[in-house]
T-cell receptor, first 114, second 114 residues
Framework: EAQVTQNPRYLITVTGKKLTVTCSQN?????MSWYRQDPGLGLRQIYY???????DKGDVPEGYKVSRKEKRNFPLILESPSPNQTSLYFC?????????????FGQGTRLTVV | SQQGEEDPQALSIQEGENATMNCSYK?????LQWYRQNSGRGLVHLIL?????REKHSGRLRVTLDTSKKSSSLLITASRAADTASYFC??????????????FGKGTLLTVNP
């Protein structure tokens, strides 16, 4: 089954404690992306990756890091989380073919930073 | 930056009625996509319309695209309570070769009352 898997689904952590949210896709997609969703602000892109070892900043990259060492994995790293990073996070992947760029989303990670 | 902007922000209708949501965007696009999100869950792709298409149908969904006005509409006919969800438009805008970005709007919350 084609899917994007995020872990964990829920996470409560303390300010400053480094954490990683994993994302894996099994569709051999080139493009992967992280979004955060906040009430009234919609989905905002944090980082994206066009392929292995190719990453770029989205609209709200501050406080986040990513890596793309393998095609299937695209972890999101918060080196020193702060309360303003409390949010619902989504990973997505899609092919780069201009004719079929539909994105597949993970189920989300609800992060609370206290 | 917010590429797609949905209108209205919220829509409440009775079961059996039609629901229309609109999306406006700012720059040239490769395609425009509509997604659905049930509360707190991942987004699910509904339909994609390319920039050279004007209308597309999928089941009870009808999407139109007017590139001269930079706008799109999503029509859900004969709505059901199960259609209650948030609906997002997303634009696939390409710049400089193959650089690709999928940008989401803030969404329309549709409530279908039984």
């Amino acid at each position: 089954e084609a899917q994007v898997t995020q872990n964990p689904r829920y996470l409560i952590t303390v300010t400053g404690k480094k954490l990683t949210v994993t994302c894996s896709q099994n569709m051999n997609h080139e493009y992967m992306s992280w979004y955060r969703q906040d009430p009234g602000l919609g989905l905002r892109q944090i980082y994206y990756s066009m392929n292995v070892e190719v990453t770029d900043k989205g609209d709200v990259p501050e406080g986040y890091k990513v890596s793309r060492k393998e095609k299937r994995n695209f972890p999101l790293i918060l080196e020193s989380p702060s309360p303003n990073q409390t949010s619902l996070y989504f990973c997505a992947s899609s092919p780069l073919d201009p004719k079929r760029t539909e994105a597949f989303f993970g189920q989300g990670t609800r992060l609370t930073v206290v | 930056s917010q590429q797609g902007e949905e209108d209205p922000q919220a829509l409440s209708i009775q079961e059996g009625e039609n629901a229309t949501m609109n999306c406006s965007y700012k720059t040239s696009i490769n395609n425009l996509q509509w997604y659905r999100q049930n509360s707190g869950r991942g987004l699910v792709h509904l339909i994609l319309i390319r920039s050279n298409e004007r209308e597309k149908h999928s089941g009870r969904l009808r999407v139109t695209l007017d590139t001269s006005k930079k706008s799109s509409s999503l029509l859900i006919t004969a709505s059901r309570a199960a259609d209650t969800a948030s609906y997002f438009c997303a634009t696939d805008a390409r710049s400089g070769g193959s650089n690709y970005k999928l940008t989401f709007g803030k969404g329309t919350l549709l409530t279908v009352n039984p």
